[in-house]
C-alpha cells in the first residue's frame, strides 16, 4: 500500500469503531468480542456500535471490555440509518471504522467517508448474497456495494470463498482486498476432557458412537440433511447417538421431524452452551451439512479438539479443514454420503485418532484468534489515509 499511515497525535491511541448487527449469540458476534478480549489498549480504544439492539446475550461480554455500545438502527431506506451513522462519527471524532455487515456494510463506509474517517474498513463473512428479487431491495443493495468498492480503504473477507462471491476480481486488486479468515482460542482446547463424564452428563451412554454438531438451528446449517444422514447411520450403527448443539427458529421442526422418524431416543438437543470444548469432546465424529458458509469456524475449533470432520464440499469449509479431511466431504445435500463416510470413520478409531491429530495440528497452526488479532490491528494502524 502507498499513502500516509493514519496515525494519532502523539500519544494518543487510535480509535475505532466497530459496527455490527447487535449483541446476540451469532458466529461473527463471538468473533468480535474475542478481538475486543486481545487488543493492544495502549494502541486503540475501541467501541462498538449496533444496527439493531444493543441487548442480548453478549452485552456483559462486550462491555467487560471497556468498549462503550453505540446504537444507530438500521433502516431498509438508508440513508436515514447513514446519517445516523455519521452524526456519531462526528460527534465521537473515530479513526477507523470496521463495518462487520457484508454487503450492507456500504451504508457505514459511505457515513465514514462523509464524516472524514481515513480507515474505513468492510468485512464479509458469508458466501450467499442477500435476495435481491425485490427491486428496490436490489437497487438498494447494488448501490451499497459501490459504495463499498469506492470509498472503502480495505475491503475484508474470512476466506477466499467470501471475497470471490462478492468480488470475483479480488485477487487483481491487492492493495484493496486481504483474507482475515476467523480464530479460535487455542487455551479453551488445551484443557483435558473426560469423553465419557460429558457423555454422561447428557445423558449418552459412555461407549455410544456419538456423532455431533454445533450451529444455530437456521435453514443455512443443514439440520434436515443431518437427520437424513443420521437415519442411514442408525440403521448401520445400532450404538449411535446424535448431539445437536445450538438454538434457533427451526429447532421444534427439526425436533418434530427427529421424533416422527422414531430417532428421538438417540438424539440430545443440548441448547446454548458455552462449554462448547466440552461439547466436542464428547463427539467421535463432527458432521457439518452446512448449505452454505463463510468460513465453517466451528469446524475449526471441532479440529482442535481432536475431532475429525465431515462436511459439505464447500471452498469456503475447506479452507479451514486439514487436507486429509478432505476426501470425506460430500455435497451439501447429499444425506446417503455423509452417512457413508461417517459410517467409515466409526468403524476405524485408528484412523479417526490419526485425522484427530492432524486436524489439531493444522488448525492450531494457523486459525489462532491471536493471529487474527495481529492482522487486524495491522491494518488499523497502517492503511492509509483517504485515497479517494
Not at 450492507?104 to 463473512?125: D, K, Q, T
Not at 486481504?178 to 479460535?184: A, K
Not at 440403521?235 to 448443539?245: E, G, I, N, S, Y
Not at 422418524?261 to 452452551?273: E, N, S, T, Y
Request: hydrophobic content about 40%.
Amino acid at each position: 500500500m502507498t499513502g500516509t499511515a493514519a496515525k494519532p497525535a502523539s500519544g494518543r491511541r487510535l480509535r475505532v469503531l466497530q459496527v455490527i448487527a447487535g449483541v446476540g449469540m451469532g458466529g461473527l458476534e463471538n468473533q468480535t468480542a474475542a478481538f475486543l478480549e486481545r487488543y493492544d489498549r495502549r494502541r486503540f480504544a475501541m467501541d462498538v456500535c449496533c444496527a439493531q439492539s444493543t441487548e442480548g446475550p453478549l452485552r456483559d461480554r462486550f462491555l467487560a471490555t471497556g468498549a462503550r455500545l453505540h446504537l444507530c438502527r438500521w433502516s431498509p431506506l438508508v440513508f436515514p440509518f447513514v446519517f445516523r451513522v455519521y452524526r456519531l462519527l462526528r460527534r465521537q471524532r473515530y479513526d477507523v471504522v470496521h463495518a462487520r455487515a457484508a454487503e450492507l456494510s456500504g451504508a457505514v463506509i459511505l457515513a465514514a467517508r462523509m464524516a472524514g474517517v481515513p480507515v474505513r474498513i468492510a468485512s464479509y463473512h458469508h458466501t450467499k448474497i442477500r435476495d435481491t428479487s425485490a427491486r428496490l431491495r436490489s437497487l438498494a443493495i447494488r448501490f451499497l456495494q459501490r459504495m463499498t468498492r469506492k470509498y472503502s480503504t480495505n475491503i475484508l473477507g474470512i476466506s477466499e470463498a467470501t471475497l470471490e462471491a462478492y468480488f470475483p476480481d479480488w485477487r487483481r486488486h491487492p492493495e484493496l482486498f486481504e483474507v482475515c479468515h476467523n480464530g479460535i482460542d487455542p487455551a479453551r482446547f488445551q484443557q483435558r476432557v473426560d469423553p465419557a463424564e460429558v457423555r454422561g452428563e447428557l445423558g449418552i451412554p459412555p461407549q455410544a458412537a456419538v456423532v455431533g454438531n454445533v450451529g444455530s438451528f437456521r435453514e443455512a446449517k443443514g439440520h434436515r440433511v443431518f437427520v437424513q444422514a443420521a437415519v442411514e447411520i442408525a440403521r448401520r450403527r445400532p450404538d449411535a447417538w446424535f448431539l445437536l448443539v445450538g438454538d434457533g427458529a427451526l429447532r421444534p421442526q427439526v425436533e418434530a421431524e427427529v421424533d416422527r422418524l422414531g430417532m428421538k431416543q438417540r438424539f440430545v438437543f443440548a441448547g446454548v452452551r458455552q462449554d462448547i470444548p466440552r461439547m466436542l469432546a464428547a463427539m467421535d465424529v463432527f458432521l457439518m451439512p452446512s448449505q452454505h458458509e463463510g468460513f465453517g469456524t466451528v469446524a475449526v475449533e471441532a479440529q482442535a479438539a481432536g475431532v475429525p470432520v465431515v462436511a459439505s464440499d464447500l471452498a469456503s469449509i475447506r479452507e479451514g479443514l486439514c487436507p486429509q479431511l478432505h476426501p470425506f466431504c460430500r455435497d451439501p445435500q447429499d444425506a446417503p454420503g455423509f452417512a457413508g463416510a461417517v459410517t467409515r470413520l466409526l468403524k476405524a478409531p485408528a484412523r479417526r485418532a490419526q485425522l484427530g491429530r492432524s486436524g489439531r495440528r493444522y488448525v492450531l497452526e494457523r486459525f489462532s484468534i491471536e493471529r487474527t488479532a495481529d492482522q487486524l490491528q495491522r491494518i488499523y494502524g497502517g492503511c492509509p489515509e483517504c485515497r479517494r
